[in-house]
């Protein structure tokens, strides 16, 4: 599968954007999606995750009440919904898959990734 990320931009902080990862080539029945980010000098962590199927989720801490992940299974996209942005948020984020049951919060426990797109809040 071939992941693809957009909707990444410059917001000042409390602002909103919406993410999207479009998948192509295979499809993401039985499979999770997550999100990631990675600060400039920092590791990459995990944002969010959501199973195709059934439409599970799991968050951060940090991302709790302020962001949703969601999917539409007929577009095959997954969106990240971030809301109450903060300058902590700025980082280039990631989407990535793999296939099976459960959700996945490791970066080792994923196999597809896309390429990253660039979220930056200013204060």
């Known amino acids: 599968v071939q992941l693809q990320a957009s909707g990444g931009g410059m917001v000042q902080a409390g602002g909103s954007l919406r993410l999207s990862c479009a998948a192509s080539g295979r499809s993401l029945n039985n499979a999770a999606v997550g999100w990631f980010r990675q600060a400039p000098g920092k590791e990459r962590e995990f944002v969010a995750t959501?199973?195709?199927?059934?439409?599970?989720?799991q968050y951060t801490e940090a991302a709790k009440g302020r962001f949703t992940i969601s999917r539409d299974i007929a577009k095959t996209t997954a969106n990240l919904q971030m809301n109450s942005l903060k300058p902590e948020d700025t980082a280039v984020y990631y989407c990535?898959?793999?296939?099976?049951?459960?959700?996945?919060?490791?970066?080792?426990?994923?196999?597809?990734w896309g390429q990253g797109t660039q979220v930056t809040v200013s204060s």
């Open positions: 959501i199973t195709w199927r059934y439409g599970i989720t």
């Open positions: 990535a898959a793999d296939y099976g049951p459960g959700l996945r919060t490791r970066i080792s426990e994923y196999t597809y």
